[in-house]
């Protein structure tokens, strides 16, 4: 008899990264960097910042939880870029009360500018001379020159209309970007009111109001690109700015209520750098050919921090800006190595460590509440561990009824003892906001036919795309190994049992296989253990994704039902390095209650689920289609019985 050749358990240790370890590493002396694992997205910015023109501008492609502001204000301040800004003004037009002159001066001489004009219109003509040479030594300002010669010896009164000036924009002070994040035309652009005097619909200069981009004008304007690109006809109006390098009011009022009012248009020269995520990315260069050509440069910020390719030190850098953000009590060596366990979890890679700042600002907080609720000095592990329980059980009360669901055997899930042509496979559900992982048992069934596989989620229409190839895959895999040379007289049926939701994804494509080949070899294979993998044409096992969820959620029931020893989940080798379990599953393994095995083919979840060798198993299932086939040569007793008369 063939001996199994059953995969090795992972230990403990396997399951979990070795924090502690990693704690260990911790610099003595800290300072705050937020910019740490950014680097590929710091070079873009850079160089799209350090080289002028108009076809030079940025999309910075973001992700959740990454403080979009802390990051433009560390890359700006390491960069060489100088703002260039000015003071923007319109002044009375000598010639028309409806269209304002457009005038520059030096940042900050806006207000003096205005004070110095209304005092030349009221200067003698002796001091007027004087006045102007003044003005134009004092703001070296060539549209000032202009005005001023245009102006000659008028005075208010000569002016048409009854305002002389309006300060449009005026940096008192600098600052390293204007953000636009609520995007609409005013906000963006600015605009024009009206007002009705005895009847009379107008506009004058006090009623321009400027928007983010003329205040940026000379500088760095942030805009969030997905709010833009809602509001129809921003996009198109930006582009033509960009491209124009000017920039030009419209008519004021609407379709119903309008006035000829016509500013002169403003120069622009600023930088661009729009925020959103990789989709809308996408869809602007798919659909937009001017994007590329305006926005050349893609600051792609991480949301990972890799260990193995850049040092555990400089990480620890970065958590000393998340410290110091959250404004936290300090951190224990072993909160730290807690710190760490849990920003492995969300990135799901043992050797990597998460970027979001939100989410770690979030549990520091709530874990410096437990502490100073406690009277402690510094947070330690134990407060790091209650604040994750705590969330869990927050957000646990719908996979809580999913689970008693089970255990009340409403859904029924075996955990123990054998049964042929069916299997525990490992799903995860979505479900009011949360995912959690659950078993769910599929069933096949063998009858007489012509080598078919009848899905009857697809069936049903509740099979999605990907669960539907996934089929098909393990369908070609079965043909491959039985039909090669003459068809198969069997066909089978499989089902997700009380599954009343889609199903998709190919993760059970081991499970549905290993459960046909048990119906059709007619070998039980155990209940206690669920398997997830999915298979391609050659029985090869790979990876997928939430393997933490699913393992935890069978471990739930397991442990509530009473940890066996034979209970135990088979998972991929290509999850090992996702594997990031909690401390409950890490003792269970290690107590020998509850076993976790990695496999690389489907051959060796067959025999661990059969305890059958795999040739023994196919040997029968061959056995079973001869057998068929030999009884399909012989007459049948009608043709017998009309062969006899």
Known sequence: MTKLAIPSKLTAQALMPDTQMLASQRPDKLESRPLVGQQRAVTALKQSLQIPGRYAHAYISTVAGVR???????????????????????????DSAHRPVCVQVPAGNAGTVVEELVALLGATADERTQRQQAMIQAHQSDSLTNYLTRLGNLTFADLPGDELANVIVAHESTQPYYLCDRVTEASLFGSIRLQSVQGTIS???????????????????????????????????LKHVLKTS??????????????????????????????????????????????????PYLADIAGHYSITQQPIADYFHYLYYVWQEANVLPLTDAAYAELLVFAARITDYQHELSLDSIALMQLLREANSLALAAKLERIDADQIQ??????????????????????????????????????????????????FGEPSRITATVHYGDGDIIDIERKSELSGNIHTKGVMILTAYIANLFARNEPMSLS??????????????????????????????????????????AVDQFG??????????????????????GLTGQQGVIIPTANLSQLNLSRDIARAVEANEFQIYAVGHVSEALELLSQTPEQEVFDRIRDRLHQLHRQEGQPSFWQRLTKRD
Request: glycine share 8%; aromatic share 8%.
């Open 540 to 561: 090869r096992v790979q990876a997928i994704g939430a393997v933490n969820e699913k393992i935890e959620g069978y471990f739930e029931v397991c442990k509530a039902r």
């Open 203 to 237: 506009s004058n200069l006090h009623l321009i109001e400027p928007g983010a981009l003329l205040r940026a004008n000379g500088g760095i304007l942030v805009i969030d690109a997905e709010e833009l690109l809602r509001q129809e006809g921003l996009w198109r109006r």
């Open 492 to 533: 089978a049926t499989i089902v997700f049992e009380q599954s009343y939701h889609e199903v998709d994804g190919d993760s059970a494509s081991m499970a549905e296989l290993c459960c046909l080949l048990s119906a059709l070899a007619d070998i039980p294979l155990q209940q206690g253990l669920a398997s997830t993998g």
């Open 246 to 295: 000017e920039f030009h009011w419209p008519q004021p009022g609407d379709g119903s209520i309008a006035a000829y009012y016509e500013p002169q248009p403003i120069p622009v020269r600023l930088k661009v750098l729009l925020l959103g995520d990789r989709d809308i990315y996408a869809q602007l260069r798919e659909l937009d050919r001017d994007f590329d050509n305006l926005f």
């Open 68 to 94: 979009t502001t802390d990051f433009l204000k560390a890359v700006i301040g390491q960069c060489e870029f100088q703002p260039q800004y000015v003071d923007w003004l319109y002044l009375a037009n000598p």
């Open 386 to 435: 209650q604040s994750l329980l705590q969330s869990r059980h927050r957000s646990g009360y719908i996979a809580e009824l999913s689970r008693r669901a089970i255990l009340e055997e409403q859904v029924y899930i075996a955990t123990s003892g054998s049964a042929v042509g069916q299997v525990n496979g490992l799903t995860v559900i979505s479900a009011g906001g949360t995912e």
